[in-house]
């Protein structure tokens, strides 16, 4: 017996050296940030912070966030190498003072076959965020009377949401309420395939949604890894880089409207946040902004838009419909767009 402990306790250290360590895998420190300030009692506010990978390989796992030493949620990440990715959940504070926190928590690798290893991180940094959360906004006689008319509004409709998108929420729930009564009033054998290919197509745009708001998501957070990287180089605009021809009156102008034009976008879609994640990417800019990422980024906007909005959506389809229909009665019977032959 004394034999097989004495092997055990010689073969743990390097059981423990075997293990998966990542480098330069974490949460930046004190990076914790919110949808909108001051914070109230009782508005609920989405916390944000950035979880970076300096790694050689693919890194999953899940960012624990507590107030004041109690678990207020749970969110998962998934970030390729050399990658930093945003990782947010929604919180309704209570007023007075509170210690945010965020760290990392069951980590593993992922390998290019879908494979995962559990590992460790070789600096466990944990960020922290002191805030104090101010008493509720007050409620006058006008907004009593709105909030009121919203809760009934809910009661008669069901759950549709936060007010912001109660008249959204309405739409969507008129269309499947009008796909019914339509089918209500057809044979079944009509009537059934109306309501599946509208329960479909809701189907495949809230699929859609999904992914067009990853795909978006993950453009925001590249564009933000390269103007941090940027700011960080500090390199100048290849407009500044000639002397001779940066002293021209013209040329001063056109890179002042560029510039603001420019900071003006990243401002308006990325906000504060290359600030954040300076620190992760410190060094590795190359000072050159990505037009095409934004126009990428605003194109997955309003598909995003459409897709969430399904009475858009829709009206949309119909649309498209419609012209189809017309194009092909046209060419069929030979009509103009008076409808004469």
């Given at each position: ?16 050296f075997?293990a ?20 109230r ?15 050689e ?32 959940i929604?919180?309704?504070?209570n007023e ?10 069951g ?5 290019q076959?879908?494979t ?6 070789a ?12 008493p509720p906004?007050?409620?006058s006689?006008?907004d ?5 008319s919203?809760?009934s509004?809910?009661?008669a ?8 998108n109660i ?19 057809l ?11 509208v ?6 745009a ?23 990287a940027?700011?960080?180089?500090n390199?100048p ?17 056109l ?14 879609v990325l ?14 800019g ?17 598909l995003s ?11 949309i ?7 189809v229909?017309?194009?092909a ?9 008076y409808?004469?032959?």
């Amino acid at each position: 017996m004394r034999k097989i402990l004495l092997l055990g306790l010689l073969f743990l250290p390097l059981i423990s050296f075997g293990a998966n360590t990542l480098e330069n895998v974490g949460i930046i420190p004190g990076n914790i940030w919110y949808s909108s300030y001051p914070l109230r009692g009782g508005v609920s506010v989405r916390i944000y912070t950035a979880v970076y990978n300096g790694s050689e390989q693919t890194v999953q796992g899940q960012v624990q966030f507590t107030d004041n030493g109690i678990q207020i949620a749970v969110a998962p990440f998934l970030i390729n190498s050399g990658k930093l990715s945003e990782v947010s959940i929604d919180w309704v504070p209570n007023e007075g003072s509170h210690k945010v926190s965020a760290n990392v928590i069951g980590v593993s690798t992922v390998a290019q076959n879908g494979t995962e290893q559990p590992a460790t991180l070789a600096t466990q940094v944990v960020a922290n965020n002191t805030v104090q959360v101010a008493p509720p906004p007050p409620v006058s006689n006008t907004d009593g009377s709105i909030l009121a008319s919203s809760a009934s509004a809910k009661d008669a409709l069901g759950t549709l949401g936060s007010s912001a998108n109660i008249i959204g929420n309405v739409a969507n729930d008129s269309l499947g309420r009008a796909a019914e009564a339509i089918a209500g009033v057809l044979p079944d054998s009509i009537g059934k395939p109306v309501v599946g290919a509208v329960s479909n197509f809701n189907s495949f745009a809230s699929d859609a949604a999904e992914k067009v708001n990853g795909a978006r998501s993950s453009v925001k957070n590249t564009l933000a890894s390269e103007a941090a990287a940027a700011r960080a180089d500090n390199k100048p605009a290849s407009l500044s880089q000639t002397s001779a021809f940066a002293s021209l009156l013209p040329v001063k102008w056109l890179k002042s409207a560029y510039d603001s034009i420019t900071g003006a976008i990243s401002n308006w879609v990325l906000g504060d946040l290359p600030n954040k994640v300076a620190v992760a990417k410190e060094g590795a800019g190359s000072g050159i902004m990505k037009p095409f990422q934004y126009l990428w980024y605003f194109i997955l906007s309003i598909l995003s838009f459409i897709l969430t909005n399904l009475w858009i959506f829709w009206l949309i389809i119909i649309y498209v419909v419609y012209r189809v229909l017309r194009f092909a009665y046209r060419k069929i019977f030979k009509k103009d767009k008076y409808g004469y032959a």
